[in-house]
């Protein structure tokens, strides 16, 4: 009878973690197909695509999503009325997917590269990624913002995190043109 216990618990733990190990690489496919959706939208200018995607109240804290289009849309067009050109926008990576506050959370990796007269930006950045159950994607927080004591505050009250967040990474270089 022991031998039968410890069976199927041994069969019940093989399961769980089969499960878990299913269920985790699910979500690293849609954390990066959603992340690249982000990214080729930043690129394409489609701000409403990049809003979907952008995490609830840093788009209220922004006016509602018809502010931040509008504050998106200047903004980036006056980058382009300056001369810079968005050249590449990659993801690269992404941390591992943790559970915490009652959500599913990780970061990921990007690579961005932006011409200007004169010079390249070269930047490695990070997204603070969390999971929408509900509408079963993913929205994005700049990690750099989780920084911003009275930021963070507003957007993701009492929120802690185990993740080690890299700090971004800029380089510039000189252009001869």
């Known amino acids: 009878m022991n031998n039968i216990i410890k069976t199927s618990i041994l069969l019940f733990l093989f399961s769980c ?23 080729n939208a930043t ?4 701000f409403k695509t990049v809003l979907e995607h952008t995490y609830p109240s840093v788009v209220e804290l922004m006016g ?12 980036f067009e006056g980058m382009s009325s300056q001369g810079f050109i968005f050249e590449k926008a990659d993801i690269i990576n992404l941390s591992e997917i943790v559970f915490e506050q009652n959500q599913y959370r990780c970061y990921v990796e990007g690579y961005n590269q932006i011409k200007m007269p004169g010079m ?8 603070l990624g969390i999971y929408d159950n509900k509408h079963e994607k993913w929205w994005f ?12 505050d ?4 009492d929120f802690n995190t185990n993740l080690k967040i890299p700090d971004d990474d800029v380089q510039t270089e000189t252009l001869k043109e």
């Open 43 to 46: 690129l394409n200018f489609d």
């Open 120 to 127: 390249r930006i070269k930047s490695k950045s990070y997204l």
């Open 141 to 152: 927080i700049e990690a750099k913002q989780l920084k911003n004591a009275a930021l963070i």
């Open 17 to 39: 973690n089969l499960l878990f190990s299913q269920s985790n690489e699910a979500l690293r496919e849609s954390v990066l197909r959603d992340a690249k959706i982000t990214s």
């Open 64 to 75: 509602g999503e018809e502010k931040a289009l509008e504050l998106l849309k200047s903004t």
């Open 154 to 157: 507003q957007v993701l009250p």
